[in-house]
């Protein structure tokens, strides 16, 4: 099972006066998650499912990379704030078999990324990392991290 953690893409709003949970991406975050979106596709990324948070910069950002990568786009409530290695292995469990992509936040992602493959790493927005499991109890392998700098040069 190939599992895809990406971050929402920038929505750092500098006269932003509403809830943070509302927070949109901004011009940049949507070009940003634009081009991670393209360097997906060059890869042959191909989860079965897109499943996001529901906070807008998260689903944004999932609606960008679904419609690239023309692939099914739900949103996972558990996904939203405090997302933790149980309610992971839930949405494994529930998926098995399939190769998801998980859009969401920090620090979750990073936290739930150590604790499955034991790598310390620390996700960018708009970044984008590939976790191998065998099956949603197991320990997993990082395949890779891309920061969306890489997403850049193509």
Not at 44 to 51: D, G, I, K, R, Y
Not at 106 to 121: M, N, Y
Request: charge should be positive.
């Amino acid at each position: 099972m190939k599992l895809f953690f990406v971050r929402h893409g920038n929505a750092d709003w500098p006269d932003w006066t509403g809830s943070d949970d509302e927070r949109p991406l901004t011009r940049k975050g949507r070009k940003q998650t634009g081009r991670v979106a393209r360097l997906l596709g060059k890869l042959c990324v191909e989860p079965s499912l897109v499943l996001s948070s529901p906070l807008p910069r998260a689903f944004q950002t999932a609606e960008i990379i679904a419609n690239r990568l023309a692939v099914d786009l739900k949103e996972e409530p558990t996904i939203g704030k405090d997302f933790d290695l149980p309610a992971l292995r839930v949405l494994l469990t529930r998926m098995e078999g399939q190769d998801l992509m998980v859009v969401g936040h920090e620090p979750d992602f990073s936290g739930l990324i150590r604790r499955l493959t034991g790598g310390s790493v620390k996700m960018a927005k708009a970044g984008v990392a590939r976790v191998d499991l065998e099956s949603p109890e197991s320990d997993g392998t990082l395949v890779w991290l891309l920061p969306p700098k890489f997403a850049n040069s193509g």
